[in-house]
């Protein structure tokens, strides 16, 4: 496996329809949403989909979820103490992580902590700091959130008589283009033996985040990614910014549109820059 080369920033253009990318559980699951009304999915919901999918192509993961267990170990002490290479290196904190990065794609995608009582490490407390960074989505125009009011009668338990009808609530967001910005870091990918072929492997996922991610408040179509920029610097530290990289992109409502209601109302442009590479990717 070769050596992370060069910076690379990257962005992901997505829109959703008719569903609830990212409910917030201190607001009765309703779609997050910023107090400007802009919706917002967080980094950490995004590393999910991110980690599932890494899970679907056959990478082991370090952090599963309960509805995507791979190997039957249901917690991360249990999964850190079960790795015979964890245990090899003992308290050599630096073997350890170098061991944990080579073991599982998504430490040293995004680094770890491991500080687990009776893991098998000894009471080794590592931290892993990762080289790919992504931000919170964040809607091009605020949003409105539709809610509906709904009930189910069921019976959890046997009995004779029929169990009372439950009020609930289901939020959506009727129609919203997302935006999520990230970057590879080379000095961090040294660290963690990120290589070249995992920077492709991530922009493989950005480009079909969504598959395999259907849920009731997420049906299958609506969530859908329009667009991944993946920038390429000509050096290891990066000829500018990420901010400024960032910057280049613009996603704008069409002139003759009044209200949005498909990525086909937006225009997505990419300002060009010198000595920058950029590949631009449809969503699949």
């Known amino acids: 496996m070769s050596e992370f080369t060069n910076k690379i920033d990257f962005a992901v253009v997505f829109s959703v329809k008719n569903a609830n990318p990212n409910g917030d559980p201190l607001n009765g699951n309703r779609p997050r949403e910023t107090y400007d009304g802009f919706g917002e999915v967080s980094d950490v919901c995004l590393k999910r989909k991110i980690r599932n999918r890494m899970m679907d192509l056959g990478y082991p993961v370090f952090v599963q979820s309960d509805d995507k267990n791979m190997d039957g170990i249901r917690s991360l002490s249990e999964r850190a103490g079960s790795a015979p290479e964890l245990k090899e290196a003992g308290k050599d904190k630096e073997k350890y992580a170098a061991a944990a990065c080579k073991k599982w794609m998504d430490v040293r995608t995004f680094g770890q902590v491991f500080a687990f009582k009776g893991n098998g490490s000894d009471g080794v407390s590592v931290g892993v700091r990762g080289p790919v960074s992504i931000q919170t989505a964040v809607s091009v125009a605020p949003i409105d959130i539709s809610s509906m009011q709904i009930t189910k009668s069921v019976n959890s338990e046997p009995s004779e008589k029929k169990s009372s009808d439950t009020m609930g609530m289901k939020h959506r967001v009727d129609f919203g283009m997302y935006v999520t910005y990230g970057s590879i870091n080379h000095q961090l990918a040294e660290k963690t033996g990120f290589s070249d072929e995992d920077a492709e492997v991530i922009r493989q996922i950005l480009v079909t985040l969504f598959e395999n ?24 530290l990066g000829q500018y910014s990420s901010a400024k990289v960032h910057r280049s992109l613009q996603v704008q409502k069409k002139p003759d549109v009044d209200v949005p209601k498909s990525a086909d109302d937006f225009e997505i442009t990419v300002a060009e820059m010198p000595d920058l590479k950029v590949e631009i990717y449809d969503g699949i």
């Not at 991610?213 to 290891?236: L, Q, T, Y």
């Open 213 to 236: 991610d259907a849920s009731s408040a997420r049906p299958d179509g609506s969530m859908e990614v329009c667009k991944v920029i993946w920038w390429k610097h000509n050096s290891f």
